[in-house]
């Protein structure tokens, strides 16, 4: 993964972390959306000037948003899952619940 990527991965990251939508962001560091939906697929870089937009935006340091060994958040995770499994078929799901069982087992 390279920079760009790296640096879109993270962003969409911080923004999901804020319950913000790509149009309220965009909005909010006045750019457009698609300016932004191609920062955060790594198709494009920011400037110097946005990245510190949406530091101060996202209510973060400088340095954080080029923390890219940051994990996503438990709620995040959680809410992940629980949006998604109800699309696995039975097979899948079968081995998602082994595989949780496995690893809840004291």
């Known amino acids: 993964m390279d920079l760009k ?3 879109g991965k993270r962003l969409k990251e911080l ?9 309220e962001l965009a909005e909010a560091v006045e750019i457009d959306e698609k ?5 955060e ?3 494009s870089f920011p400037k110097a000037a946005l990245i510190e937009k949406f530091a101060e935006t996202l209510g973060v340091d400088l340095d954080s948003m080029f923390d890219f060994s940051a994990k996503i958040n438990r709620k995040l995770m959680i809410e992940t899952i629980s949006k998604n499994v109800d699309k696995l078929p039975d097979s899948k799901l079968e081995k998602m619940y082994n595989l949780i069982l496995k690893y809840t087992k004291e």
């Open 5 to 7: 990527q790296s640096f």
């Open 15 to 23: 923004r999901k972390n804020k319950k913000m939508t790509q149009f």
């Open 35 to 39: 300016h932004l939906s191609h920062i």
């Open 41 to 43: 697929t790594g198709r």
